[in-house]
T-cell receptor
C-alpha cells in the first residue's frame, strides 16, 4: 500500500507570494491533518479534514487555509507569505486503532520564504 | 491547551548504553503515541498505547503509559547508531477527539 505522498518536496518562494501544497493520503484513509514544523516551535497543528469538511483547526492566521477533495486528497494554501512561514509542512493521514487515532506522515514539503 | 513536555531535550550517548526519554503532561490523554523522525523526513509511528499502565516492547525499545494516563516513557536498551533521530510523543486529549497534540521532542544522538 502506498504511503502518504506530499508534493512538492521543496519550494522557494518570495515574501508576499502565495503557495499551494498537496497531499495524497493512504488509500482508504479519509482523514488528513496538516502540521507546521519549525526548530523553535516544534510540530504545530494547522487543521484537519474529514470527508471534505474541516473538523479541527489550530491557532494559525487566516492566511493558512486548506481543503479536501472527494478522493480524500488535500491541499493547503498559504497566502501573503512571510519569512516566518519557512518551515517543514507535514501532512498525515489518520486511522483508528482501538480507541486511538494513529497518524501516518508524508515526507513533508520544505518551504523556504526569502 | 494540553501540553506534552519531553525530557531531556537533547541526549547524546555512546553506542551500547541504555537511555530513557520522558513525556509528561498535567492533563489526561486517552492514548499516546511515539514517533521517530529523521532529518528531512516525516515522523514515523513507533507505537500506540491506550491503557493506563500499558507496556509495549518493540525489539530494544520499551514504551510505558503511566497509570494516570498523564505521562509516558521510552526506554532503549543497548542503543545503536540507527536509533539516532528526533523522538516525539503525541497524545489524543479525549475519547472521540482525534486531534493529536505533539510533545516538544527529544533529539537523540548515538555515537558509534
Amino acid at each position: 500500500k502506498a504511503g502518504v505522498t506530499q508534493t512538492p518536496r521543496y519550494l522557494i518562494k518570495t515574501r508576499g507570494q502565495q503557495v499551494t501544497l498537496s497531499c495524497s493520503p493512504i488509500s482508504g484513509h479519509r482523514s488528513v491533518s496538516w502540521y507546521q514544523q519549525t526548530p523553535g516551535q516544534g510540530l504545530q497543528f494547522l487543521f484537519e479534514y474529514f470527508s471534505e469538511t474541516q473538523r479541527n483547526k489550530g491557532n494559525f492566521p487566516g492566511r493558512f487555509s486548506g481543503r479536501q477533495f472527494s478522493n480524500s486528497r488535500s491541499e493547503m494554501n498559504v497566502s501573503t507569505l512571510e519569512l516566518g512561514d519557512s518551515a517543514l509542512y507535514l501532512c498525515a493521514s489518520k486511522l483508528k486503532y482501538r480507541s486511538a487515532t494513529e497518524a501516518f506522515f508524508g515526507q513533508g514539503t520544505r518551504l523556504t520564504v526569502v | 491547551t494540553q501540553l506534552l513536555e519531553q525530557s531531556p531535550q537533547f541526549l547524546s550517548i555512546q553506542e551500547g548504553e541504555n537511555l530513557t526519554v520522558y513525556c509528561n503532561s498535567s492533563s489526561v490523554f486517552s492514548s499516546l503515541q511515539w514517533y521517530r523522525q529523521e532529518p528531512g523526513e516525516g515522523p514515523v509511528l513507533l507505537v500506540t498505547v491506550v491503557t493506563g499502565g500499558e507496556v509495549k516492547k518493540l525489539k530494544r525499545l520499551t514504551f510505558q503509559f503511566g497509570d494516570a494516563r498523564k505521562d509516558s516513557s521510552l526506554h532503549i536498551t543497548a542503543a545503536q547508531p540507527g536509533d539516532t533521530g528526533l523522538y516525539l510523543c503525541a497524545g489524543s486529549p479525549n475519547f472521540g477527539n482525534e486531534k493529536l497534540t505533539f510533545g516538544t521532542g527529544t533529539r537523540l544522538t548515538i555515537i558509534p
